[in-house]
């Protein structure tokens, strides 16, 4: 667990990104980007008023926020460009150069708006404001990465089942974002989730299973053969992702029973990796293996916008918000060399 963070904070500092933290007075926060600012693992520009953010510092007697870039949307310079910057992008969508200066106060869109026009790399926020919240701007704004067409949530699980994943280590999606995939999405999840534990979690050899009620044609049903589907789109989207199904979770997990249930896959039995039929799996069984299970969940991670943009839990700590930041600079470094992520479009 630590080796893992401990490299996702080396990988930070080696190439240091411009982190956006929106919610730049929230105590928590505040208190990473200290310690993230100190140990130097990303150059952060925090939203809001001086005043506030600075009567937090002195609460927590915080040394290094002064290395940080402070912003207030309502005061900026910039104010007025980006919104109608803003305005340009959304008014097909009806929004009237009012509404985009009234959005341009919301720092949780100004910090899009900064990433947009290349003065950052990535934003973190979500331990004040809700997923949909912090998503709805970076999906406007930002947008989908080259070829992705549905944004998903990854979870590093570190779990003490040693014998499952990488010694225990598996990363799973989506748990965060998307209620009712269909196939092509299901398929993206899979393409970009193994990116994700490649990049962030280290996985070498990613082997993904997307996971059913059924295991290679052991019951029928039109959710079973979506996920049969999805499988065939991951393959043809990616011809060298190591990825099957449909398998049912212990013959994705446990070795006797994938050589049982399915014969001759690379990939029952030894997952490392699992895509989830929707996100009331994702986010129930995710929650169950970290409570029931005391592993230790990472993220969520979000996967498929052109730039990072973390969602926090409003129950995160302040360790949560510290690798989380690392966790979107890591994502930042490999947004900029996105060649690699590359889906066939519908
Ligand atoms: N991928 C890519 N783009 C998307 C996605 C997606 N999954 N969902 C919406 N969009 C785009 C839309 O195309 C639209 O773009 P446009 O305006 O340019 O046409 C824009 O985002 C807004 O779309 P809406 O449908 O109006 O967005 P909505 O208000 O429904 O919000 C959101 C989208 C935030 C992702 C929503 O689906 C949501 O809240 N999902 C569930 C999140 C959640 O609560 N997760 C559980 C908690 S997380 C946890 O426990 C770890």
Redesign the pocket.
Known sequence: MSDLLNKIVERAKADRQRIVLPEGDEERTLQAADKALEDGIADLILLGKKESIMEVAHKFNLKNIDKATIIDPATSEKKEEYAQYFYELRKK?GVTIEEARKKMLDPMYFGCMIIKSGDADGQLAGARNT??NT??PA??IIK?APGV???S?AMILVTKATQYGDNGLLVVAD?????MPDAHQLAEFAVCTARTAHDIAGITDPRVAMLSFSTKGSASHEVVDKVVEATRLAREMDPNLNVDGELQADAALVPSVGESKAHGSSVAGHANILIYPCLEVG?ISYKMVQRLGDAIAIG?ILQ?IARPVN?L?RGCSVDDVYYMIAITANQATFAKNSSHVKLSTK
Do not use: E, F, M, Y
């Open positions: 969508k997923t949909g998503l709805r999906l406007q989908t067409t549905c944004i949530g748990v965060a974002v998307t209620p986010n969520p498929g969602d839990s």
